[in-house]
């Protein structure tokens, strides 16, 4: 699949109105319903504060010099393995453009080349057939429904998505080496 190429950039202070512009009873659906201010200030610390800790790795996409939405990925233990779990979120009037997969993409490829876990998982709500249909394309394998929480406190069915990294450690390792001339 050829996609459109994305940047993706760590989360900083300055991207509090990429989140808020996620923020909206149409990105946030499948998610519970928008969130209240301060747990959204409490969401933009938590990316910022990711980084630092080395727990957690969101990102800004950017198209051109746009921010068109965010993606990212966090450890957790899933099923008694240590594994990743990931987001995604594109902006509306960016979607059906490819951004999506380009933006997972480039998120899979920094958890192979910067991550020590082999798995990532996606969570999407199983009536979230957009979001459903990007792990498919972007390589996810469903692994089935199960019952999830998100936000904590809302129960939803999910589908859960594995994605192996190790293929892709490979292929990213390769393409990191130095060249022979």
Request: net charge negative; with cysteine; aromatic share 10%.
């Amino acid at each position: 699949m050829t996609l459109r190429p994305v940047d993706i950039r760590p989360w900083s202070a300055d991207d509090l109105s990429v989140l808020e512009r996620n923020n909206t009873p149409e990105m946030t659906v499948h998610l519970g319903g928008p969130e209240a201010r301060e747990k959204l200030l409490d969401r933009h610390e938590r990316y910022q504060r990711g980084w630092r800790e080395g727990t957690a790795w969101m990102f800004t996409a950017w198209d051109d010099d746009e921010p068109v939405g965010l993606v990212g990925y966090w450890n957790v233990t899933h099923q008694g393995r240590d594994v990743y779990e990931c987001a995604y979120g594109i902006l509306p009037s960016y979607q059906g453009r490819g951004l999506a997969a380009a933006a997972m993409t480039a998120c899979l490829e920094h958890a192979a080349r910067h991550g020590s876990r082999d798995e990532m998982f996606a969570f999407p709500n199983v009536t979230n057939g957009p979001s459903n249909e990007l792990c498919r394309r972007t390589g996810f394998e469903l692994e089935g429904e199960q019952d999830f929480e998100y936000p904590k406190g809302h129960p939803i069915r999910a589908n859960a998505w594995r994605y192996d990294l190790t293929p892709l450690r490979r292929a990213v390792s390769r393409r990191d080496e130095p060249r022979a001339r």
